[in-house]
């Protein structure tokens, strides 16, 4: 009570945190713009490419019936953007979960687009679910690019892809690694953590920032690369409405946006998960 006999209220920090969170985010977008400057374009460039390829047309020579897979591949454009957003924002973690959901759809896209049987498979499911686990899926592009089942170059392939998605759902579960990165890298204070909302704009975590937009531009160009075959282009890609240019222009510029980031030190790392454990390289 006051000296005017009025009740006091007790006021905390997180009385206007919500709004706060406006400004911050304001903020953090100036500076991750800054740090993912080059990722810009290969993300421009494979979106544009992605909302070409459904629209290209081949005189009918298309192998299969592109119609189930421009269902999850319409979930991949979303993704994309949700993820650039998300990572923009300053929110690795949550832009790493999405990435882990496109890196499904990428996957079960490409898949749709190999063969009538896989298309008969989906229809088939009781559960209207994707038919085929992560792995079994990482296994049939890996085939699909040519490489003999029980190969040394198969296994190691397959192994690679899935390391990729494995490495997302370190983040996306919350791994004791993701999760220490997170106080450490986004906090405001110089010593412990503050539990709340922040976005991330510290450089010891743009090298997870680079991490997980090179693994969802990668799974994006895959699954475009991909319809645009299954319509009928074996050979070479078409340029009709620049879709050709626009797709290595993405293909070149992502790779050297994560070249400077190829050997840095990750934070996060699958060196001690089931899988790494399970599915060793193949010397």
Not at 242 to 261: G, K, L, V
Request: hydrophobic share 45%.
């Amino acid at each position: 009570m006051n000296l005017n006999g009025e009740d006091e209220i007790e006021r905390c920090a997180a009385d206007g945190a919500w709004a706060r969170l406006n400004q911050l985010e304001d903020i953090a977008e100036t500076t991750v713009i800054k740090q993912l400057r080059a990722f810009q374009a290969p993300f421009r460039d494979a979106y544009e490419a992605g909302v070409i390829v459904p629209v290209l047309r081949n005189k009918g020579r298309a192998t299969v019936d592109v119609r189930p897979a421009a269902l999850f591949f319409k979930r991949v454009l979303n993704d994309l953007r949700g993820v650039w957003l998300l990572l923009t924002a300053g929110y690795t973690s949550q832009a790493a979960s999405v990435a882990a959901s496109l890196f499904e759809s990428a996957l079960a896209t490409t898949c749709l687009l190999q063969s009538d049987d896989n298309i008969a498979d989906f229809h088939a499911d009781p559960h209207g679910e994707i038919p085929w686990s992560i792995t079994k899926m990482a296994k049939m592009v890996v085939q699909g690019e040519g490489k003999k089942p029980h190969t040394k170059e198969f296994e190691n392939s397959w192994r690679a892809l899935y390391a990729h998605y494995s490495w997302l759902c370190q983040i996306k579960h919350s791994s004791r690694g993701s999760v220490m990165h997170d106080t450490t890298a986004s906090t405001l204070v110089e010593k412990g953590y503050v539990v709340m909302a922040l976005p991330n704009v510290r450089e010891e975590d743009v090298p997870v920032k680079s991490m997980v937009a090179i693994i969802s531009l990668q799974r994006m160009l895959e699954c475009t690369e991909a319809f645009a075959h299954a319509l009928g282009f074996l050979e070479t890609l078409p340029n009709d409405f620049r879709f050709a240019e626009r797709f290595q222009a993405a293909r070149d510029s992502s790779w050297r946006a994560f070249e400077p980031h190829l050997k840095a030190l990750q934070p996060i790392s699958i060196g001690k998960s089931r899988f790494a454990k399970k599915n060793p390289p193949i010397e």
